[in-house]
């Protein structure tokens, strides 16, 4: 860590130089799906990310997405990652859990 990022970290508390995930929120069911946009928190910017969460054969299954997207909002992070989720789910169909694991990224 350089001198200057240290200083920096004396004043953000450190949470600069590390990305941070808003908290999970309520989730949105699409198609039989759990959609959570949890937008991360990139400086004064939102990077589009959430997860997909579906329960097969009694089975969790999660595919998480991240995109190069960024927003000035959070609002509009988060409606933005509801409607790539939708997106991803509507391209995939059921072969977006078909391989039966457990978590990895769609």
């Known amino acids: 860590m350089s001198l200057l990022s240290r200083i920096a970290s004396l004043f953000t508390?450190?949470?600069a130089a590390v990305p941070q995930?808003?908290?999970a929120s309520e989730p949105e069911i699409?198609?039989?799906c759990q959609i959570f946009a949890e937008p991360i928190r990139e400086g004064n910017q939102y990077r589009?990310?959430?997860r997909i969460v579906k329960t097969v054969d009694g089975a969790v299954?999660?595919?998480s997405f991240i995109r190069a997207d960024v927003f000035t909002?959070?609002?509009?992070?988060q409606t933005?990652?509801?409607r790539k989720a939708q997106q991803i789910i509507d391209q995939n169909g059921?072969?977006?859990?078909a391989d039966g694991e457990a978590k990895r990224s769609a």
């Open 61 to 63: 299954l999660e595919r």
């Open 21 to 23: 995930a808003k908290p």
């Open 30 to 32: 699409y198609q039989d």
């Open 48 to 50: 589009l990310a959430g």
């Open 80 to 82: 933005s990652a509801l």
């Open 73 to 77: 909002s959070l609002e509009d992070a």
């Open 94 to 97: 059921p072969g977006l859990f």
């Open 13 to 15: 508390g450190g949470a």
